[in-house]
Nanobody, 118 residues
Framework: VQLQASGGGLVQAGGSLRLSCAAS????????MGWYRQAPGKQRERVAY???????TYADSVKDRFIISSEYAKNSVYLQMNDLKPEDTGVYYC?????????????WGQGTLVTVSS
């Protein structure tokens, strides 16, 4: 199973970006999808998470600005980021809980860099 994330880039404060992440491989089902980020010198933190059964959660710092969505039929998850702030700068990673015919494990994408200039 491989996750491919894309959509990062350089944007001015107040701007928007949309991240995408697609999983490929021998996937039977996906139990949850999420986005995490790691700012320079800081630990990785969860930004948003969407379980297969619903119940989206967001980090307090991104509520009302970011929107997570998913297309389970396409094994894909997205993150619409609006009103970006310099403190949103970091490497964004997608994560999925994947069931294959032999395992149930979490997989991470390679990360996509988001840089917000002031």
């Amino acid at each position: 199973v491989q996750l491919q994330a894309s959509g990062g880039g350089l944007v001015q404060a107040g701007g928007s970006l949309r991240l995408s992440c697609a999983a490929s491989g021998s996937i039977l089902s996906i139990n949850g999808m999420g986005w995490y980020r790691q700012a320079p010198g800081k630990q990785r933190e969860r930004v948003a998470y969407i379980p297969s059964g619903g119940g989206i959660t967001y980090a307090d710092s991104v509520k009302d600005r970011f929107i997570i969505s998913s297309e389970y039929a396409k094994n894909s998850v997205y993150l619409q980021m609006n009103d970006l702030k310099p403190e949103d700068t970091g490497v964004y990673y997608c994560k999925m809980l994947v069931i294959t015919d032999s395992t149930f494990a979490e997989y991470w994408g390679q990360g996509t860099l988001v840089t917000v200039s002031s």
